[in-house]
């Protein structure tokens, strides 16, 4: 195979810019390759053609004029036909039909010679489909098995990948239903999506979720939002918001598939252009590890809000609000270790934006699974929109402090620059210092800021380290009322002498907590492509 491009005579006056010529020879490449093929030169089938056998891996002879600046002909020999003795011998090879023989990267996808089979079968012509003992039917069969053994034949040494995208392409060319991966198209939204990610900022994001409207701003810190809030319900209600959640991990895992595919706007929360890494990252929000964790977490909102519907001794115990956190931060662990597996090959900053993006999906795959389980009472309309909206509270202050501690991941740069934005961030830092929350303490707060997980390790035991180095850190650590509010442990300023709410852990779980946290520790300080 060899391709043919003709530029024609271009005088100096006539000479336009270098990066205008290169895109003239690489369409005309790329089309004319597809075109030997017997493909249709679509735009992602050129994109395919330039990944699997790029312009600079070519051959390029040049053919000159006098007069002319430029080259009046170019000469083009893709990597694959010069392989194996030259273009003769390729096509040589190619026209025989040679398995193995064909170095090509991308196969010919012209349709097998299947010409008189289906007439020799109806007519019951030709070789053993002439004997008497096959009915029609019986012909059929094997004229069809006949065709499928010459197109695997015709299939030999494809590329498996380009095959899955050009049958995904056909699929969505012929009109069929279901979920398709568009790798190589970026998703563009339209009014639904942007109405979806108004109602995100609304409930989720900060600085849009601390706005009350006339009422002013309040901060996710503040010791109203950190303690307990309780929802009054409807005495008809009661008994249904009694049974704790059941919702089973496959329905999640299916609210959230579906979710993901078709409403969450990823691409609007980035001003990334890359389809692949938009597409990773929603198969890892359709992942059974994220559905699971959607499902612990969503306990402890429950908990903190209706717990006063049940008697005392019914109410969720201790040691056991101690392993669902324990086991929420060794799932949150596998979950942060199978993306930065999935997403290795993308930049620091491609990575760090998973973290947000994981934390904005479990708020609402939160609040869908309490709707899910009580949707009288959080859809009435005389009660549901106050209850919602202390319930969506209860929900951003559960996940902050159980993995974002500093609020550092609750919000996207490319949401913050609107003069909205500018503002209500200016509200909520005045409502910030109110508590004591200055630019400074906090500057001071994230230097000697430990993880939730690090910090429930080192008190395990009821009583803190030893060390007295140790304990100051700690202390330094804990001066947060967010990560006080995690462990039990009172802030710094309130005195250390307090006694500890929580007790202590057992040893099986401070083993537990002890290998998740080294492990996710390791995890972050080895070297890209290395196991910790």
């Given at each position: 195979?060899?391709?043919?491009?003709?530029?024609?005579?271009?005088?100096?006056?006539?000479?336009?810019?270098?990066?205008?010529?290169?895109?003239?020879?690489?369409?005309?490449?790329?089309?004319?390759?597809?075109?030997?093929?017997?493909?249709?030169?679509?735009?992602?089938?050129?994109?395919?053609?330039?990944?699997?056998?790029?312009?600079?891996?070519?051959?390029?002879?040049a053919t000159w004029a006098d007069g002319s600046v430029v080259a009046e002909q170019l000469r083009i020999v893709p990597p694959g036909a010069r392989a194996r003795g030259g273009r003769g011998a390729w096509?040589?090879?190619?026209?025989?039909?040679?398995?193995?023989?064909?170095?090509?990267?991308?196969?010919?996808?012209?349709?097998?010679?299947?010409?008189?089979?289906?007439?020799?079968?109806?007519?019951?012509?030709?070789?053993?489909?002439?004997?008497?003992?096959?009915?029609?039917?019986?012909?059929?069969?094997?004229?069809?098995s006949e065709m499928t053994v010459r197109d695997q034949e015709n299939s030999h040494g494809a590329d498996c990948s380009l095959t899955e995208d050009l049958e995904t392409l056909q699929s969505q060319a012929r009109g069929e239903e279901g979920p398709v991966h568009k790798r190589e198209v970026l998703r563009q939204w339209g009014k639904e999506g942007f109405e979806e990610l108004e109602l995100l900022k609304r409930k989720f994001i900060l600085p849009f979720a601390c706005s009350r409207g006339s009422n002013g701003t309040i901060s996710w810190q503040s010791p109203e939002?950190?303690?307990?809030?309780?929802?009054?319900?409807?005495?008809?209600?009661?008994?249904?918001?009694?049974?704790?959640l059941r919702i089973s991990v496959e329905q999640l895992q299916l609210e959230a598939a579906d979710y993901a595919e078709n409403a969450f706007p990823l691409e609007l929360l980035s001003t990334r252009r890359?389809?692949?890494?938009?597409?990773?990252?929603?198969?890892?929000?359709?992942?059974?590890?994220?559905?699971?964790?959607?499902?612990?977490?969503a306990h402890l909102p429950y908990?903190?809000?209706?717990?006063?519907?049940?008697?005392?001794?019914?109410?969720?115990?201790?040691?056991?609000?101690?392993?669902?956190?324990?086991?929420?931060?060794?799932?949150?662990?596998?979950?942060?270790?199978?993306?930065?597996?999935?997403?290795?090959?993308?930049?620091?900053?491609?990575?760090?934006?998973?973290?947000?993006?994981?934390?904005?999906?479990?708020?609402?795959?939160?609040?869908?699974?309490?709707?899910?389980?009580?949707?009288?009472?959080?859809?009435?309309?005389?009660?549901?929109?106050?209850?919602?909206?202390?319930?969506?509270?209860?929900?951003?202050?559960?996940?902050?402090?159980?993995?974002?501690?500093?609020?550092a991941a609750a919000n996207f740069g490319t949401l913050d620059s609107s003069s909205e934005a500018i503002r209500l961030w200016r509200k909520l830092h005045i409502n910030q210092m109110k508590h004591g929350l200055t630019p400074a303490t906090r500057t001071i707060a994230r230097e000697f800021r430990t993880s939730p997980m690090m910090l429930l390790l080192m008190h395990g035991d009821g009583s803190g380290p030893t060390d007295p180095k140790t304990r100051r850190?700690?202390?330094?650590?804990?001066?947060?009322?967010?990560?006080?509010?995690?462990?039990?442990?009172?802030?710094?300023?309130?005195?250390?002498?307090?006694?500890?709410?929580?007790?202590?852990l057992d040893a099986a779980r401070k083993a537990m907590l002890y290998n998740t946290a080294v492990g996710s520790r390791l995890a972050r300080l080895a070297p890209k492509g290395t196991a910790p």
């Amino acid at each position: 195979m060899e391709i043919n491009v003709l530029l024609g005579k271009v005088s100096p006056k006539e000479l336009g810019a270098g990066v205008d010529y290169y895109k003239i020879v690489h369409n005309a490449y790329t089309s004319q390759y597809l075109q030997n093929l017997g493909i249709e030169p679509l735009e992602q089938h050129r994109k395919v053609v330039a990944r699997k056998c790029a312009l600079t891996d070519c051959q390029i002879e040049a053919t000159w004029a006098d007069g002319s600046v430029v080259a009046e002909q170019l000469r083009i020999v893709p990597p694959g036909a010069r392989a194996r003795g030259g273009r003769g011998a390729w096509e040589k090879n190619f026209e025989a039909g040679l398995p193995g023989q064909v170095s090509e990267p991308l196969m010919n996808a012209l349709p097998p010679d299947t010409a008189g089979i289906y007439e020799k079968a109806k007519k019951g012509t030709g070789s053993f489909l002439a004997q008497k003992k096959y009915t029609q039917e019986e012909r059929f069969l094997l004229a069809f098995s006949e065709m499928t053994v010459r197109d695997q034949e015709n299939s030999h040494g494809a590329d498996c990948s380009l095959t899955e995208d050009l049958e995904t392409l056909q699929s969505q060319a012929r009109g069929e239903e279901g979920p398709v991966h568009k790798r190589e198209v970026l998703r563009q939204w339209g009014k639904e999506g942007f109405e979806e990610l108004e109602l995100l900022k609304r409930k989720f994001i900060l600085p849009f979720a601390c706005s009350r409207g006339s009422n002013g701003t309040i901060s996710w810190q503040s010791p109203e939002l950190l303690k307990a809030n309780r929802v009054q319900v409807p005495a008809e209600l009661v008994p249904e918001l009694r049974k704790p959640l059941r919702i089973s991990v496959e329905q999640l895992q299916l609210e959230a598939a579906d979710y993901a595919e078709n409403a969450f706007p990823l691409e609007l929360l980035s001003t990334r252009r890359d389809p692949l890494f938009f597409d990773d990252v929603r198969q890892l929000l359709c992942s059974h590890e994220i559905s699971r964790l959607i499902g612990l977490c969503a306990h402890l909102p429950y908990w903190n809000t209706f717990a006063h519907l049940h008697p005392p001794q019914r109410r969720l115990p201790e040691t056991t609000r101690q392993s669902l956190v324990l086991t929420m931060q060794e799932s949150w662990s596998r979950l942060e270790e199978l993306a930065r597996s999935r997403l290795c090959k993308a930049d620091a900053r491609a990575r760090e934006f998973f973290v947000p993006v994981f934390l904005l999906f479990l708020k609402w795959g939160i609040e869908k699974a309490l709707l899910l389980q009580y949707p009288k009472f959080l859809q009435n309309a005389d009660h549901g929109e106050d209850a919602t909206t202390q319930l969506v509270d209860q929900i951003n202050v559960a996940i902050m402090c159980l993995f974002d501690p500093d609020c550092a991941a609750a919000n996207f740069g490319t949401l913050d620059s609107s003069s909205e934005a500018i503002r209500l961030w200016r509200k909520l830092h005045i409502n910030q210092m109110k508590h004591g929350l200055t630019p400074a303490t906090r500057t001071i707060a994230r230097e000697f800021r430990t993880s939730p997980m690090m910090l429930l390790l080192m008190h395990g035991d009821g009583s803190g380290p030893t060390d007295p180095k140790t304990r100051r850190l700690l202390q330094n650590s804990s001066s947060g009322s967010v990560l006080a509010a995690v462990t039990g442990l009172p802030p710094a300023a309130e005195g250390s002498r307090r006694t500890r709410s929580v007790g202590p852990l057992d040893a099986a779980r401070k083993a537990m907590l002890y290998n998740t946290a080294v492990g996710s520790r390791l995890a972050r300080l080895a070297p890209k492509g290395t196991a910790p």
